[in-house]
């Protein structure tokens, strides 16, 4: 398997308070990426990173940031969670921009 | 607009009957073409990269196919093994490594 860890892979948290997940990769593989997965909809993507300290915006951006101050983390910050952001979330790793790898998810609720 | 449609929705086979799955994109340039598995609780799991019109690829009991607005996945005698949801998803070329994930098939095989 992949080298690439999701950290919490639960979490239950209260509406407004701030959640960092975490994604670890151990393949130094230059692409990182942060989708959610919601019923009815396919992978969405929220932010990706092409690079140390480069990220850019997805599809679904709002109400969530990212940071990549090294190769092989890539951390998914909800500032002040909603419960609209209650989702699956799936870290991705690449190194040509085909996507091989995801994680194992992580399965945040928001009350 | 990038989309990406699959059907069906779910689909039930029998052990050994075989069927196809359908994976309809528009797309302005295609760069490549994915399927991945996922199985409950687990993060997707890549099966193939299609690249142009014509191309097929294979693996075990499933085939892969292209053609300029759709991508089929043919499953052979099937086994409940196999039961897991197929994701197609489709990069296009506009210069981004953004993916396009259609919604899935889940396949239920029974024994």
């Known amino acids: 398997d992949a080298g690439i860890t999701q950290s919490p892979r639960h979490k239950v948290t209260e509406t407004g308070t701030p959640v960092t997940l975490r994604c670890h990769q151990t393949?130094?593989?230059?692409?990182m990426y942060w989708y959610r997965q919601d019923p009815g909809h396919g992978l969405r993507l929220i932010h990706y990173s092409y690079g140390v300290k480069d990220t850019d915006k997805g599809e679904v951006s709002d109400g969530y940031s990212v940071s990549r101050s090294k190769t092989e983390d890539f951390l998914l910050t909800l500032e002040s969670a909603t419960s609209s952001q209650t989702s699956v979330y799936f870290c991705?790793?690449?190194?040509?921009?085909?996507?091989?790898?995801f994680g194992a998810g992580t399965r945040l609720s928001v009350l | 607009e990038d989309q990406v449609t699959q059907s069906p929705e779910a689909l039930r086979l029998q052990e050994g009957e075989s069927s196809s799955l359908n994976c309809s994109y528009t797309v302005s340039g295609l760069r490549g073409l994915f399927w991945y598995r996922q199985d409950p609780g687990k993060g997707p799991e890549f099966l193939f990269t299609?690249?142009?019109a014509g191309e097929e690829k294979e693996k075990e009991r499933l085939k892969a196919t292209l053609t300029k607005k759709e991508s089929f996945l043919h499953i052979t005698a099937p086994k409940p093994e196999d039961s897991a949801t197929y994701l197609c998803a489709v990069q296009g070329t506009s210069g981004t490594y953004k993916y396009i994930f259609g919604t899935g098939t889940r396949l239920k095989v029974l024994a």
């Open positions: 991705a790793i690449s190194e040509s921009g085909e996507i091989q790898y």
């Open positions: 393949e130094n593989h230059r692409y």
């Open positions: 299609l690249y142009s």
